[in-house]
């Protein structure tokens, strides 16, 4: 995640006659945090874009700076308050969305995340640190379909990626979950909802539930095709 932060920072000083300033100072300030930022110190680099703000509100980049730096130290609640400022400005800084996307998810805001996430990916498609937050928020919001769509474009993009099929298979058995409560909530009693049931504890490894549920399943319609042969390899 560093070596990707490393690649939104924007250079601040050329960009100083674009807000009507031309501040030397400004300039010194900037030279002083790429500086602190090349050594390693991230709190002497905030400090100077904290100062640089002070004397340049409208320098929209330099929000994106901060914004990610403060990214770095684990504040999210300061980096998104900082990219939201400067995204007020300039709205069309892709990175800025995208560090303000992963810092709203990181403090809860999953609802809030989502349209940033969604925004700095229409501007990159193909970033996987933004695809996996967006499945990971989309997650949270109980969208799995979404989610899954996602990963399914991801898996094509990268089809050696483990991580990639891993969260497919966790949305798929959420999605099933959320398909049995449906049925549940229709008729608990019936055939199909004692037989997806089964076949769901099958797949956890959990046999003699699935013999229980697969015996519901014949109680409730001792006709229907299939179901004999399932409680069959369910002994098995």
Do not use: C
């Not at 874009?49 to 994106?64: C, D, F, G, T, V």
């Not at 990219?83 to 809030?112: D, F, H, K, W």
């Not at 989610?147 to 999605?175: C, F």
Request: no cysteine; proline share 5%; glycine share 6%.
């Amino acid at each position: 995640m560093l070596r990707w932060l490393a690649l939104v920072l924007f250079a601040v000083a050329p960009l100083l006659a674009q807000t009507g300033e031309n501040d030397s100072r400004v300039q010194e300030l900037y030279a002083q945090a790429k500086a602190a930022q090349s050594r390693g110190d991230v709190a002497g680099a905030v400090s100077k874009y904290e100062e640089i703000l002070r004397a340049a509100p409208k320098l929209a980049p330099a929000y994106n700076n901060l914004g990610a730096l403060y990214f770095r130290q684990r504040e999210y609640r300061k980096a998104a308050a900082v990219l939201e400022q400067g995204l007020r400005i300039n709205p069309g800084m892709s990175s800025a969305s995208a560090l303000l996307g992963i810092s709203l998810y990181e403090t809860g805001e999953y609802v809030q995340a989502r349209p940033r996430l969604e925004a700095a990916l229409r501007a990159n498609p193909t970033d996987p640190n933004v695809q996996m937050f967006l499945v990971k928020d989309l997650s949270q919001l109980g969208d799995y379909s979404a989610a899954a769509s996602r990963l399914q474009q991801m898996g094509a993009q990268n089809p050696r990626n483990q991580e990639i099929w891993y969260r497919l298979a966790k949305v798929y058995m959420k999605l099933s979950e959320q398909a049995l409560a449906k049925m549940n909530s229709i008729d608990p009693n019936s055939a199909l909802a004692h037989e997806l049931s089964a076949e769901m504890m099958e797949s956890m490894n959990n046999y003699e539930g699935a013999v229980v549920e697969l015996k519901h399943a014949i109680e409730m319609a001792p006709q229907r095709p299939g179901t004999h042969y399932k409680l069959g390899e369910a002994y098995s």
